[in-house]
């Protein structure tokens, strides 16, 4: 069913959004309670949603309403950009650009990835996010974000329309105190049976690739813990609580920042790492940037 929006109708929901109360939004529009009221009926009967929940006196955006207010953000902000040009006022200074990671990746990488993008001919400003790569996927769908990076592929089983631009992979080393280290480097990998092992959380491919491995070695370590946060899972390696993996590509970094030392190299299971972005067809000059230096250095 198509949706015909009263745009006026969508700046009261805007207003109302951003004041928490039709009775705020009222006073800075200068129109009635009940007409703003009556309009948000409107357009909520034009959408088939509701738009806002009653929590005790104020009003709570819904799940469409939360939805509603990130396009309604967008096409405000673009009005008022658009009066700034038509005045002879263009916008000054640096173009936003946003990225999201997940928050398994190690933040070395992520750093090393970003940096080509902030060093073209143009002037960026970066805002980086991170969390659960779902939620950060249902982000780039509604162009909060410029570029999600990953481990793991965008596939059809998330209606999300995006394009997947793979940067290269990885191979594996695994990492410990220098106690642990020293314990179970003799042996490896057979010696990481009933090893102490932190890992992440299953939601990344890369977990699911090393417990196949795992399972194939016939090795069964003791999970001392599961994390989604890797800086936090690097932290509790370096306190000594179990053994942990990282990309091979940044193991000298790993050993200096955290005091740790390797215990074996696994070449056998590779961290493949994805770019998605809301175009088949790189346009945007940061993500290219990202793109080709990933491609012809960083994983080369």
């Known amino acids: 069913m198509a949706v015909n929006f009263n745009y006026k109708h969508l700046h009261y929901f805007w207003m109302v959004a951003h004041e928490g109360s039709i009775a705020k939004a009222s006073e800075k529009l200068h129109i009635t309670p009940q007409t703003i009221s009556g309009q948000l009926s409107l357009l909520e009967d034009s959408i088939g949603n509701k738009l806002f929940s009653r929590e005790g006196r104020g009003l709570r955006l819904t799940e469409t309403g939360r939805l509603v207010l990130s396009y309604a953000d967008e096409i405000f902000d673009l009005g008022r950009e658009l009066g700034d040009v038509l005045r002879g006022n263009p916008q000054i200074g640096p173009s936003e650009f946003i990225v999201s990671a997940a928050s398994a990746l190690p933040k070395t990488i992520v750093q090393k990835i970003i940096e080509p993008g902030l060093q073209i001919d143009q002037?960026?400003?970066?805002?980086?996010?991170?969390?659960?790569?779902?939620?950060?996927?249902?982000?780039?769908?509604?162009?909060?974000?410029?570029?999600?990076?990953?481990?793991?592929?965008?596939?059809?089983?998330?209606?999300?329309?995006?394009?997947?631009?793979?940067?290269?992979?990885?191979?594996?080393?695994?990492?410990?105190?220098?106690?642990?280290?020293?314990?179970y480097r003799p042996g490896f990998p057979h010696s990481l049976n009933h090893a102490p092992m932190l890992l992440p959380t299953s939601q990344y491919a890369i977990r699911r690739s090393v417990d196949y491995w795992l399972e194939e070695q016939q090795i069964y370590p003791n999970i001392r813990g599961q994390f989604d946060d890797s800086a936090l899972m690097?932290?509790?390696?370096?306190?000594?609580?179990?053994?942990?993996?990282?990309?091979?590509?940044?193991?000298?970094?790993?050993?200096?920042?955290?005091?740790?030392?390797?215990?074996?190299?696994?070449?056998?299971?590779?961290?493949?790492f994805y770019a998605i972005t809301a175009e088949r067809k790189v346009k945007h000059p940061a993500v290219a940037a990202i793109c080709d230096t990933a491609r012809t250095f960083l994983f080369a």
């Open 234 to 272: 690097k932290s509790f390696g370096q306190a000594g609580l179990g053994i942990f993996f990282m990309p091979t590509i940044i193991a000298e970094e790993v050993c200096f920042n955290f005091n740790v030392e390797i215990v074996g190299k696994v070449e056998a299971i590779k961290q493949t």
């Open 123 to 183: 002037d960026i400003s970066l805002t980086s996010r991170e969390g659960p790569v779902e939620n950060i996927l249902a982000d780039l769908a509604i162009h909060k974000v410029d570029m999600v990076l990953s481990d793991t592929p965008l596939t059809g089983s998330l209606s999300i329309k995006a394009y997947n631009h793979k940067l290269g992979e990885s191979s594996l080393t695994f990492f410990a105190s220098k106690i642990l280290a020293e314990k």
